[in-house]
């Protein structure tokens, strides 16, 4: 079983936390095939965190977790906090395929997107 996870940085505001779980209740009513689970984890500050995160998916039966940064840029989190806590974890399940998705902010799509909430 396929799963996503959906990986923010977490807010001391709740309801920014609140949305993360909303966007990744919406991904996964859209998901159809291409994930079975979809689930959503927190670098800091809001629960769950990565590796719990992660765990969540192989505890639902998943034997391949894919890590979504939603981040817009590669600093620090993307390029050195978010691969130590996912090594951490594919370290602990050596027979899951665990394995990082390119950040938000580097995808094509991004350009439609912000073009389209300008107009």
Same mark, same amino acid.
């Given at each position: 079983?396929?799963?996503? &996870? &959906?990986?923010?940085?977490?807010?001391?505001?709740? %309801?920014?936390?609140?949305?993360?779980?909303? /966007?990744?209740?919406?991904?996964?009513?859209?998901? $159809?095939?291409?994930?079975?689970?979809?689930?959503?984890?927190?670098?800091?500050?809001?629960?769950?965190? *990565?590796?719990?995160? *992660?765990?969540?998916?192989?505890?639902?039966?998943?034997?391949?977790?894919?890590? &979504?940064?939603?981040?817009? %840029?590669?600093?620090?989190?993307?390029?050195?906090?978010?691969?130590?806590?996912?090594?951490?974890?594919?370290?602990?399940?050596?027979?899951?395929?665990?394995?990082?998705?390119?950040? /938000? $902010? +580097? +995808?094509? $799509?991004?350009?439609?997107? &912000?073009?389209? %909430?300008? +107009?």
């Amino acid at each position: 079983m396929k799963a996503l &996870l &959906l990986v923010a940085h977490g807010s001391r505001r709740e %309801s920014s936390n609140q949305e993360v779980r909303d /966007l990744a209740a919406r991904l996964g009513e859209h998901a $159809g095939d291409r994930f079975h689970h979809v689930d959503c984890a927190f670098l800091e500050i809001a629960e769950p965190l *990565i590796p719990d995160g *992660i765990q969540r998916c192989i505890d639902a039966g998943a034997d391949q977790v894919v890590v &979504l940064p939603y981040f817009l %840029s590669a600093g620090r989190h993307v390029v050195e906090d978010i691969p130590n806590d996912v090594a951490i974890k594919q370290a602990e399940h050596p027979g899951i395929d665990i394995h990082i998705a390119p950040y /938000l $902010g +580097s +995808s094509a $799509g991004v350009i439609d997107l &912000l073009l389209a %909430s300008a +107009s």
